[in-house]
């Protein structure tokens, strides 16, 4: 299943396996082969829905999620999710 890019409008996004990491105070939790969608032409990712809440579930929301409320609902269905991996710059 492929949905369309909400970022560049062109492309879809496909389901690949990436690798989630999370800042939880002083601890950085890794989780390899994670759920998630990538665009075919612009290479946006987000995580998949489901996916995020099983970890959301275990660990607890990402502090991200605590400040948009519009994230507040649960997050059980398939697909792309509202928001994906941070993009560092050094």
Not at 7 to 15: A, D, M, Q, R, S
Not at 18 to 28: A, C, D, E, F
């Amino acid at each position: 299943m492929s949905y369309p890019c909400s970022h560049c409008g062109i492309g879809t996004l496909k389901p690949i396996k990436i690798t989630y990491l999370r800042q939880m105070g002083s601890l950085i939790v890794t989780l390899p082969n994670f759920a998630a969608w990538r665009c075919d032409s612009c290479h946006y990712t987000r995580y998949d829905n489901a996916a995020l809440a099983q970890v959301e579930r275990i660990l607890g929301p990402d502090v991200e999620s605590v400040m948009n409320t519009t994230n507040w609902r649960f997050r059980a269905t398939k697909g792309p999710a509202e928001h994906g991996p941070h993009r560092w710059s050094f």
